[in-house]
C-alpha cells in the first residue's frame, strides 16, 4: 500500500528554522510529483509548496516564499521542506501529499485546485514564543 510519513514537527521559537521530512513507499517515487499542505485550526487547507517529478516545476505559497525550500531525493524516496525564519502563522499540520504534477495545488489552475492522489497524516508544527 501507498504510505507517505511525515516527520520533522515540532515545537519552535519564531525566527528558529524545522526541516520537514516525508518517506514515501508504495509508489514509483519519481513518476509523482510531491506538494507540502498545512491546516492552521478553523483555517482551510493550503498548499505550501510543491515539487515535479523531474525538477522542472517548483510552487511555492506567497506567504512562505523566500523562506521555506522544497527539495526532494528520489534515490531516497523522500521530500524535503526546509523551514526558516519562521513565524507564529506558519503554525499548522503540515501534510504532504503525491500527484502526477503540480499543476492546481500551490496555485489554482484554470480556477479550480486539483485532487491530489495520496496524503500522509501530517505533524504538527508550532511556533510560539
Known amino acids: 500500500q501507498v504510505q507517505l510519513v511525515e516527520s520533522g514537527g515540532g515545537l519552535v521559537q519564531p525566527g528558529e528554522s524545522l526541516r520537514l521530512s516525508c518517506a514515501a513507499s508504495g509508489l514509483i517515487f519519481d513518476s509523482y510529483a510531491l506538494a507540502w499542505f498545512r491546516q492552521a485550526p478553523g483555517k482551510e487547507r493550503e498548499g505550501v509548496s510543491c515539487?515535479?517529478?523531474?525538477?522542472?516545476?517548483?510552487d511555492y505559497a506567497d506567504s512562505v516564499k523566500g523562506r521555506f525550500t522544497i527539495s526532494r531525493d528520489n534515490a531516497k524516496n523522500t521530500v524535503y521542506l526546509q523551514m526558516d525564519s519562521l513565524k507564529p502563522e506558519d503554525t499548522a499540520v503540515y501534510y504532504c501529499?503525491?500527484?502526477?504534477?503540480?499543476?492546481?495545488?500551490?496555485?489554482?489552475?484554470?480556477?479550480?485546485?486539483?485532487?491530489?492522489?495520496?496524503w500522509g497524516k501530517g505533524t504538527l508544527v508550532t511556533v510560539s514564543s
Open positions: 501529499a503525491a500527484a502526477r504534477s503540480c499543476r492546481g495545488t500551490v496555485t489554482p489552475y484554470d480556477g479550480y485546485y486539483y485532487d491530489m492522489d495520496y
Open positions: 515539487i515535479s517529478r523531474r525538477d522542472d516545476d517548483i
